[in-house]
């Protein structure tokens, strides 16, 4: 590994690392705000809080399970990062719309998010299909 892709590789593995604790962050703000007076299961604003707050837990156990994977270099990281990757860009651009209808100051970390994750798919890509 050359000294190029060591940093992207250190960068990758703290990204994951705030990208699973940011997830949590926000999975903690949304329980303790009383935004789903009723039940999980019931719909609020045109979605289900359940899935929701499913959604979220599963992104931010994948990203900090991507994160430890790339600290430990086991044989799966980039295979495992790269469907972490796609499950983030999905979740955060999903994310978008309803921050851009609702609370527009969450638009930066989600758009950085978002350039972070497309800049990294070619490096993931080319890694995972080395290892293979």
Known sequence: MN????????????FFLLIGIFQLIRLFGFLQSN????????????ELPFLSITASV?????????AFSMWTRTAWTYG?????SGLLFMY????LGKAIQQ???EIIPIVIVLIVLLQ?????????????
């Open 3 to 14: 000294v190029k892709d060591r940093r992207i590789h250190i960068f990758l593995q703290l």
């Open 35 to 46: 935004t789903f007076a009723g039940s999980l299961f019931e719909f609020q604003q045109n």
């Open 58 to 66: 599963i992104a931010s156990f994948t990203a900090l399970i991507s």
């Open 80 to 84: 495992f990062t790269l469907f972490t």
């Open 92 to 95: 955060h651009l999903l994310s």
């Open 103 to 105: 609370n527009s100051y």
């Open 120 to 132: 990294s798919f070619p490096f993931l890509l080319r890694k995972s299909y080395r290892t293979a």
